[in-house]
């Protein structure tokens, strides 16, 4: 069982479950690798997808070949998107958490889930802080403007 929550992770199968708090579905679209409409989706706020059914023939039949694809395998981000071959039905909203509900489903047929974005507070942790110190913390200079002004009338108040 990998799980994997990097940009750009993906996991396939004949059956994905998933929970997020925002889900979307979208038209079918007409898929030019498999040939067939496949009908996209978008989770967002926090979405988690695991494998529950796997492809019958994995290397001859995934569209990603880094895709993760065993029973159990899964990825989570802040946004998720992907696509099935099956239209998705019957979604239904559930308490994961105290505070919040989310959206729970599951996708049927040839299913593919990618991590769009990841999630804030991974990318802020300090194990990936620390295994890239070249991350900055606050990209725009105009904010760090404001830190710096803050601190300096701070000190100057302290001081009268």
Known sequence: MA????ICSSVEGEKLSFNTRKFNS?????NEI????VWPFKLGINGYVEVDTPLEDPPNTVVNLNSLTATGDSVQGGTIDGWSTKPIKNTRVGNLTGTHKATLGTLKGHSYAHVQSGQRDHQQSADVQSRHPDVIEIINP???????????????SASK
């Open 3 to 6: 799980k994997k929550s990097n």
């Open 26 to 30: 979208y038209p079918p679209t007409f």
């Open 34 to 37: 498999l040939k067939i409409n």
């Open 142 to 156: 105009v904010y760090l403007q404001d830190e710096e002004k803050k601190q300096t009338s701070g000190q100057l």
